[in-house]
């Protein structure tokens, strides 16, 4: 691993910790020329996934989709970035433990809607409306009817 400070190729592992439930590792390092610390990640590279889409279009998975929908749903909502990651990292390892090449896309934002179901209900309502399509306010009184039953 290469010091991000000084450039030099020589660092050590001090300290290496699980993170994110398991499904990655904190490594601490310390480069071995200018003493500098910093932490590395490492995950599992996970196959490559294709979703199809509605229309029955192949595309290949874009983290950065779902993402940008999650952040979407959840802007100005009391979630922090840490939470934010954690939320991001759950999806995609529910997505990816189907053990599949493909995955509908219909299939990722039920996914989606289970975990902001558990998060936060406006983030829900706000993802809901746009995942099922609200047409009108009564869509969206019923969506939030089930909600406030559960």
Not at 22 to 44: D, H, L, P, V
Not at 75 to 86: A, D, G, L, Q, S
Request: hydrophobic share 30%; glycine share 4%; aromatic share 8%.
């Amino acid at each position: 691993m290469i010091c991000p400070f000084c450039s030099h190729s020589e660092t050590k592992v001090v300290d290496s910790r699980d993170t994110n439930d398991g499904k990655a590792i904190r490594r601490r390092r310390e480069c071995e020329k200018c003493n500098a610390r910093f932490s590395t990640y490492e995950e599992m590279e996970i196959m490559r996934l294709s979703v199809i889409k509605r229309n029955g279009e192949k595309v290949e998975y874009n983290q950065e989709k779902v993402v940008s929908g999650l952040r979407k749903a959840l802007e100005k909502r009391p979630i922090t970035e840490e939470k934010f990651e954690k939320i991001v990292s759950d999806i995609e390892h529910k997505i990816y433990s189907k053990g599949k090449n493909e995955i509908k896309s219909k299939e990722i934002g039920r996914i989606i809607l289970e975990k902001l179901k558990e998060v936060d209900d406006v983030a829900y309502l706000r993802f809901a409306s746009v995942y099922k399509s609200f047409g009108s306010a009564t869509s969206f009184r019923k969506e939030l009817s089930k909600l406030e039953e559960k």
